[in-house]
């Protein structure tokens, strides 16, 4: 049902936590299901992430995607960031069964909304 | 949204694991998010529950009320086991958001299957 990358990021997730006075946060929650998400970015004097960390209370499909999405802004610059879209991130996952594939959206909405209040803040 | 103790169980679930060469093993599936959830019963000869582990694939809804329902069960009698209702188990969390009660259904059905196991090989 799921590919050898979803299950060794929900295994072993990357860049799970939080960012104390990270430069944005962003909180989403998925209708569909209930589940909630919260995204930190540390972003530079250059608008280069630095660093990147979640949180989630989603399902497996939720944490391997948040785990892989952190995986590819991290380093990148803003505008890099916000062309990984969840089709990007569920390619770079070798695929997600269908009823899985709105768990993914939670981590593209909480990485933008985190990247929006970054901007909010500048 | 949730009480201090589905955030307790979440954070620090009990009984995740497998159980090798258990009694009883239960896998069983939510139709509505698509997740998976497998439970292991380790029962010795006068039908008591000595040990019993769980793993999903769910959401935190899903790893709290298992982790619950496993506190529950253990030490149990295969009746009094049958009796852990998911009521009973979200009433032992003091609640659980309304959107959220069908990922409690995952620990129940996946109890019941793996009593059936059990069942079926004695
Ligand atoms: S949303 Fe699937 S188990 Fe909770």
Redesign the interface.
Known sequence: ??SEKVMDH?MNPRNVGEIENASGVGTVGNAK????MRMYLDIDDNGIINDVKFK???????VATSSMATELVKGKTIQQALEVTNKAVMEALDGL?P??VHCSLLAEEAIHAALWDYAEKH
Chains 1, 2 share one sequence.
């Open positions: 049902m799921y929900f299901c209930g589940d909630i989630t209370f989603g399902c497996g499909a939720a069964p009823v899985k």
